[in-house]
């Protein structure tokens, strides 16, 4: 599993792999091939996204998505029973021979010996992924977080959503993490992430964890938890320690013991994390 604190992947050089024909690989504008090790992969220029589905190595387990983009929400890791970068039916994806790579667009995607799955978005690169057995993940790190702080490029996102019952309002995840703590991102062009429950570190009985976007981040005590009642009754679920949820301009990854959330507005990052010994904030 890939520690929340690891460093993003190099840029990777891809001059040394020879390009090949995109005959046979380019159905309905998209380029689609499979890696010598199995892996079903595609770039998509039209959506901006490159990546690749199948059995991920030095991942989470149960991950068997990558989505190279440039978007944070959409970019990273996945859990996902509808995978994006298969081609399309009737159409056989050509293997990427080792050595070789496709450029396409303005991506392009190498295959290594080992084996490794390289691809890159941009010259020179903006946003690049590795898959290999030592390491299997999305640079750069995510812009605007301090240092040491979890980057959700390495957490998964699964096809659940954390919305609690039913409503016309109903936008804002609400969830449980390892450590007792109850979260929610209520954020929508700006608003607040926080959690309630135990904070490890403090003295002073707090039990609210807040990041107002725009505004101040901060904790306090409070009698009447705003981060813990859904607004429609239901059942609240727990985030797993090594997944992530997304809200409209926020972002929570569950932690070992805790929790590590974020948002940002107008290009400055706030936010907070919740470990099974400390308790910081930052923003």
Same mark, same amino acid.
């Given at each position: 599993?890939?520690? =929340?604190?690891?460093?993003? @992947?190099?840029?990777?050089?891809?001059?040394?792999?020879?390009?090949? $024909?995109?005959?046979?690989?380019?159905?309905?504008?998209?380029?689609?091939?499979?890696?010598?090790?199995?892996?079903?992969?595609? /770039?998509? *220029?039209?959506?901006?996204?490159?990546?690749?589905?199948?059995?991920?190595?030095?991942? $989470?387990?149960?991950?068997?998505?990558?989505?190279?983009?440039? &978007?944070?929400?959409?970019?990273?890791?996945?859990?996902?029973?509808? @995978?994006?970068? +298969?081609?399309? *039916?009737?159409?056989?994806? !050509?293997?990427? @021979?080792?050595?070789?790579?496709?450029?396409?667009?303005?991506?392009?995607?190498?295959?290594?010996?080992? !084996?490794?799955? +390289?691809?890159?978005?941009?010259?020179?690169?903006?946003?690049?992924?590795? /898959?290999? =057995?030592?390491?299997?993940?999305? %640079?750069?790190?995510?812009? %605007?977080? $301090? *240092?040491?702080? !979890?980057?959700?490029?390495?957490?998964?996102?699964?096809?659940?959503?954390?919305?609690? %019952?039913?409503?016309?309002?109903?936008?804002? @995840?609400?969830?449980?993490?390892? %450590?007792?703590?109850?979260?929610?991102?209520?954020?929508?062009?700006?608003?607040?992430?926080?959690?309630?429950? !135990?904070?490890?570190?403090?003295?002073?009985?707090?039990? &609210? /964890?807040?990041?107002?976007?725009?505004?101040? #981040?901060?904790?306090?005590?409070?009698?009447? $938890?705003?981060?813990?009642?859904?607004?429609? *009754?239901?059942? /609240?679920?727990?985030?797993?320690?090594?997944?992530?949820?997304?809200?409209?301009?926020? #972002?929570?990854?569950?932690?070992?013991?805790?929790?590590?959330?974020?948002?940002?507005?107008?290009?400055?990052?706030?936010?907070?994390?919740?470990?099974? #010994? &400390? #308790?910081?904030?930052?923003?």
């Amino acid at each position: 599993m890939v520690s =929340a604190h690891t460093e993003p @992947p190099g840029i990777p050089d891809l001059r040394g792999y020879r390009t090949v $024909p995109l005959d046979g690989y380019v159905v309905d504008g998209a380029a689609y091939f499979q890696t010598p090790d199995g892996l079903d992969c595609a /770039i998509l *220029p039209t959506n901006g996204t490159a990546g690749c589905d199948g059995p991920l190595p030095a991942t $989470p387990a149960g991950a068997n998505e990558i989505v190279l983009a440039a &978007e944070v929400d959409t970019r990273g890791l996945r859990t996902t029973a509808n @995978p994006s970068f +298969l081609a399309p *039916p009737g159409h056989a994806a !050509p293997v990427l @021979p080792e050595g070789a790579k496709i450029v396409y667009g303005d991506f392009e995607c190498a295959a290594g010996s080992g !084996p490794i799955t +390289l691809c890159a978005k941009g010259t020179p690169a903006m946003q690049w992924m590795m /898959i290999s =057995a030592e390491r299997t993940g999305i %640079g750069p790190a995510t812009d %605007g977080l $301090p *240092p040491g702080f !979890p980057d959700p490029n390495d957490f998964v996102v699964g096809d659940d959503e954390y919305l609690v %019952g039913t409503g016309p309002k109903n936008m804002f @995840p609400i969830f449980t993490v390892e %450590g007792g703590l109850t979260c929610s991102i209520v954020t929508f062009s700006g608003g607040e992430i926080g959690c309630n429950g !135990p904070l490890p570190g403090v003295s002073g009985g707090e039990n &609210e /964890i807040f990041a107002q976007l725009p505004g101040a #981040t901060g904790i306090r005590r409070t009698d009447n $938890p705003k981060f813990s009642t859904p607004d429609y *009754p239901g059942q /609240i679920r727990q985030l797993p320690v090594g997944h992530r949820v997304n809200g409209i301009g926020g #972002t929570c990854m569950a932690i070992a013991g805790g929790v590590a959330c974020y948002g940002t507005v107008a290009g400055r990052a706030q936010g907070f994390e919740v470990s099974a #010994t &400390e #308790t910081t904030t930052f923003g």
